[in-house]
């Protein structure tokens, strides 16, 4: 029997595609899976790599039953929502006032848009020792400043509040240009006949952002929100650098928790089942995001 030309071709791109994505796959599967199944595996095993000769000893579900017991884990947990939930809304706030303001056309505007764009390209580790040492208090380029207003100088880094407060500062400083690119990119893509409608219907600029842009970039400010919400739950080059989670663990949120509970403490069975509990909420919050996103645009159409 003969095949149909039509269906021959679409076989054809189908394997072409396969043997494009196969590379991939394969490095996808041997750096992230297998470590991660490996990690599930040790999750149910006591497993301290400081032992001579030890051996992973199958426990069950004891290490997964010591997270609700681990006074530390619910501090690191308390810091990193209490980051999240100062960060994200500010970044989010200043990078849409941002988006607005450069949403014009000109060459200022491109001008500063380019320039918005160096905290964002800066790595978090360099970041981090620039802030340290800026928020100094003998030698800080800010505390300096403060002191010529008259200000006293303050202990940024050795204060707790003070301390997640910096850490707060920092990650608006580098990552509201981002939030401001991708909203400013969703603006742009409003077609001007919608806008231009509204203000012919006697709308005021308040009201057109408010019952006409703000709707239609909705689902990219869900986005937004789900990529920098999963950025400040991960942190950890900014922290380890800026405050290595200090003072005491005022700053330690829940990467720099695993980090020191596998690299210095050498706890393999428990960060192991630090780090599946972490990304299963991540997924989950990740999910719920992108439903929230779809129902928007459903809503849209």
């Known amino acids: 029997m003969l095949i149909p030309r ?57 290490n997964y039953a010591s997270l609700f017991a681990d006074p530390f884990l619910r501090q690191s947990l308390r810091n990193n929502l209490l980051f999240a939930g100062l960060a994200v809304p500010l970044e989010l706030a200043l990078g849409l006032t941002l988006a607005m303001l450069l949403c014009d056309a000109g060459k200022l505007s491109r001008m500063l848009t380019t320039l918005l764009l160096i905290p964002t390209i800066i790595a978090p580790v360099a970041a981090g020792t620039l802030w340290r040492m800026m928020l100094d208090r003998t030698y800080g380029v800010v505390n300096y400043l403060a002191t010529l207003a008259g200000l006293p100088a303050v202990a940024w880094l050795a204060h707790p509040f003070l301390a997640l407060l910096s850490v707060v500062m920092v990650d608006v400083w580098q990552f509201t240009p981002f939030v401001a690119i991708l909203v400013l990119s969703a603006i742009k893509g409003i077609p001007d006949t919608v806008l231009e409608a509204a203000c012919m219907d006697g709308a005021s600029p308040w009201q057109v952002f408010r ?38 663990n005022a700053t330690e949120m829940l990467p720099n928790y695993i980090y020191r509970q596998g690299i210095r403490f050498f706890n393999v069975g428990y960060t192991s089942a630090l780090a599946v509990c972490f990304i299963i909420a991540m997924f989950l919050a990740s999910w719920i995001f992108l439903h929230l996103r779809n129902r928007m645009l459903l809503r849209s159409r």
């Open 6 to 62: 039509q269906i021959q071709n679409t076989f054809s791109d189908r394997m072409l595609s396969w043997a494009f994505l196969l590379p991939v796959v394969a490095i996808l599967t041997v750096t992230a899976l297998i470590p991660l199944l490996y990690g599930v595996y040790l999750s149910f095993h006591e497993y301290r790599l400081n032992i001579p000769g030890a051996r992973p000893a199958f426990i069950g579900l004891r």
């Open 211 to 248: 019952h006409v842009i703000l709707p239609m970039i909705s689902p990219v400010l869900v986005i937004v929100i789900m990529i920098r919400m999963i950025d400040a739950f991960k942190v950890f080059d900014t922290v380890f650098v800026l405050t290595q989670g200090g003072p005491g």
